[in-house]
């Protein structure tokens, strides 16, 4: 099993950057793909990006791809989101998730975080 702690989130204003980190434990964090999800309200939890297990490879979800940047970290056991341009429709609680297969649908993921809330003020 793994544990995963995200961290990062904030209120920050249209045109903004955060960056999201997250914490995994355990020793098999590089057996994993890595993603982030992210949930608006009355809204249903979307893909915003995936990284494979060596970060050869990485997915986004159109709406993020040019402004959003997912990395990872095997020997700290970490995947980060870099968010930039962000924008009002970027807000959401995102997740951080470990999974078998690299794509969008949440059932390839297995692990889930808490969640991190982003708010993009206008």
């Known amino acids: 099993q793994v544990q995963l702690v995200e961290s990062g989130g904030g209120l920050v204003q249209a045109g903004g950057s955060l960056r999201l980190s997250c914490a995994a434990s355990g020793r098999t964090f590089s057996s994993y793909v890595m993603g982030w999800f992210r949930q608006a309200p009355g809204k249903e939890r979307e893909f915003v990006a995936g990284?494979?297990?060596?970060?050869?490879?990485?997915e986004y979800a159109t709406s993020v791809k040019g402004r959003f940047t997912i990395s990872r970290d095997n020997a700290k056991n970490t995947v980060n989101l870099q968010m930039n341009s962000l924008q009002p429709e970027d807000t959401a609680v995102y997740y951080c998730?470990?999974?078998?297969?690299?794509?969008?649908?949440?059932?390839?993921?297995?692990?889930w975080g808490q969640g991190t809330q982003v708010t993009v003020s206008s």
């Open positions: 998730a470990a999974g078998r297969g690299l794509g969008y649908g949440p059932s390839l993921y297995d692990y």
């Open positions: 990284i494979s297990r060596r970060g050869g490879s990485t």
